[in-house]
């Protein structure tokens, strides 16, 4: 038998433990068998079976009535005082139905007194039982709704950071086929270079970044090629630099989360200068902790604000997606003068 075989088996089982029915059906017969073994010591026979059975067909028939019928249509639509005075009926009716079952099955006049002496006391332990299945139902239907709750704020967040990660790849990637449009228009020897550094990052963007996180190393390779990319588009006019502090060994981080800084630092800054301009990042790394500190020039005056780009994403995309990834995990402060710009971003990493 192979391991998918195996696997596919497991699961079969596990599938079929998890159905109520079975859930239930276990918890009655270890009841009953702890009933079996509190019994007498003499040995057990039959009748001691029946009563073992009648006290258990009682505490199921309370607990299913309650759970199938007065919980649903009184617990559940606010009825509060309907539904104790119905709990109440029910245990006051079973109670004495119970007793006289209980009653044939002894001969003896001590236990036949002991049960009608104490029916008050069968009377609370089968409200007990009724109440206990009400607290079970109250508890297991919280979790459940904090489950779905939760489920659906994951789905949810996750459906809206793939959609925001889907705006900064046709962004970024619109802004570089710009760029090599432009160089083949000169016929640059500088544009295979770039088509080399480009197939290297769409491998990154389309095959390994669809991942909730992702190697810290591996987004930095791919900020060294993004700004090499600059560099070469730049045609050595401009200060690019990348500097890497600390150790990186396994932390992970959210991919393609810094790009929109980086790319606002070229398109509304570099790009706008003839010369002596410049963009210097710094990435420091702490142990669990990141610092990202970007500063480019700028030109004496903008065509638009630095803070937006085009087609209404960038800055507030990445903003959203670090609300969404890292929230209460990293602060972001963004300083614009007259001659650059800078974004410092610290945020936590995880291994």
Not at 63 to 92: D, E, S
Not at 314 to 319: D, H, M, Y
Request: charged fraction near 20%.
């Amino acid at each position: 038998m192979t391991n998918v075989q195996n696997r596919n088996r497991l699961f079969r089982f596990l599938q079929f433990v998890q159905r109520p029915w079975v859930i239930h059906g276990v918890f009655w017969s270890l009841v009953f068998m702890l009933m079996l073994m509190a019994g007498n010591d003499n040995g057990t026979s039959l009748l001691e079976i029946t009563r073992i059975m009648i006290n258990i067909a009682f505490y199921m028939l309370v607990v299913y009535i309650n759970l199938g019928y007065l919980i649903p249509r009184f617990l559940n639509q606010k009825n509060f005082m309907t539904y104790v005075l119905l709990l109440l009926a029910m245990v006051a009716v079973f109670t004495p139905i119970k007793v006289m079952l209980l009653y044939i099955t002894y001969e003896e006049v001590d236990p036949r007194e002991f049960l009608v002496m104490n029916q008050h006391t069968i009377f609370l332990l089968l409200f007990t039982i009724a109440g206990g299945s009400t607290v079970i139902k109250i508890i297991s239907d919280w979790q459940r709704h904090q489950r779905d709750r939760k489920d659906l704020e994951t789905q949810r967040m996750q459906s809206e950071i793939k959609f925001l990660k889907s705006q900064i790849n046709p962004h970024f990637l619109f802004n570089t086929l710009n760029s090599l449009y432009a160089l083949t228009l000169k016929k640059s020897d500088k544009a295979p270079e770039i088509v080399i550094k480009l197939s290297e990052m769409m491998r990154y963007m389309l095959y390994e970044s669809n991942e909730r996180r992702v190697p810290l190393q591996k987004e930095v390779n791919y900020i060294q090629n993004y700004l090499a990319l600059e560099a070469l588009r730049q045609s050595g006019h401009a200060d690019i630099r990348f500097n890497v502090e600390g150790q990186i060994t396994d932390q992970t981080i959210a991919p393609l989360i810094f790009i929109p800084f980086l790319e606002n630092s070229f398109k509304h800054g570099l790009n706008h200068q003839i010369s002596d301009g410049y963009v210097h990042v710094t990435m420091k790394v702490l142990d669990n902790k990141l610092l990202l500190r970007i500063l480019n020039s700028k030109p004496a005056q903008l065509p638009q604000p630095s803070e937006k780009t085009s087609g209404g994403i960038g800055l507030a995309n990445v903003q959203r997606r670090l609300n969404l990834l890292y929230p209460n995990q990293y602060k972001l402060d963004i300083e614009d003068s007259d001659k650059e710009h800078i974004v410092e971003l610290s945020l936590a990493l995880t291994a």
